[in-house]
T-cell receptor
């Protein structure tokens, strides 16, 4: 148990569906992240939020829409996904103290997404 | 953007010490070096972090030479449960933080 929870753990959705992934951290951190991990590929950083402000968007398609209502919660809204979007989606949090300082991220268990 | 290079895979036997070296020639002055462990279908788990010289915790040791252009993760007396992918990262707070393919460690009985 890392102090970061994600729901749901598994999700199957059609290409026309709209769903949301939820992440919650209980560590008092002020930075949160979404990563995507496809089969046998490295983790890809998707979005970064520092103090609820989005500071990074790594050219992610608009069918992925993040939302960070407060420093403890992070959502990833999904719509009109493609089969190639099937992957493990991981949320992480850390205590941001400015650029270039320590980075110790705590990851949730992930949501296994399958797009049919 | 500091990039890291690690061996793609390594094999070891139970009870041996395993050393995984990571190259990061373009590391910035303020960057820390962080290592993570990942088991299949789970999120990465923080192992150890350092800035220079040597850091040791209950899980591993991290050796960093004076020029900081490389680092070595040392796992003492590995067991089968240490079979995982190990990632070396440099940077801080996600803005310049990239996971490479990591090193797939296989511990054999």
């Amino acid at each position: 148990e890392t102090g970061v929870t994600q729901t749901p753990r598994h999700l199957v959705m059609g290409m026309t569906n709209k769903k949301s992934l939820k992440c919650e951290q209980h560590l008092g951190h002020n930075a949160m992240y979404w990563y995507k991990q496809s089969a046998k590929k490295p983790l890809e950083l998707m979005f970064v939020y520092n103090f609820k402000e989005q500071t990074e968007n790594n050219s992610v398609p608009s069918r992925f829409s993040p939302e960070c209502p407060n420093s403890s919660h992070l959502f990833l809204h999904l719509h009109t996904l493609q089969p190639e979007d099937s992957a493990l989606y991981l949320c992480a949090s850390s205590q941001a103290e400015g650029q270039g300082t320590k980075n110790e991220q705590y990851f949730g268990p992930g949501t296994r997404l399958t797009v049919t | 953007l500091a990039k890291t290079t690690q061996p793609i895979s390594m094999d070891s036997y139970e009870g041996q010490e395993v050393n995984i070296t990571c190259s990061h020639n373009n590391i910035a002055t303020n960057d820390y070096i962080t290592w993570y462990q990942q088991f299949p279908s789970q999120g990465p788990r923080f192992i150890i972090q350092g800035y220079k010289t040597k850091v040791t915790n209950e899980v591993a040791s991290l050796f960093i030479p004076a020029d900081r252009k490389s680092s070595t993760l040392s796992l003492p007396r590995v067991s089968l449960s240490d079979t995982a992918v190990y990632y070396c990262l440099v940077g801080g707070n996600g803005q310049n933080f990239v996971f490479g393919p990591g090193t797939r460690l296989s511990v054999l009985p």
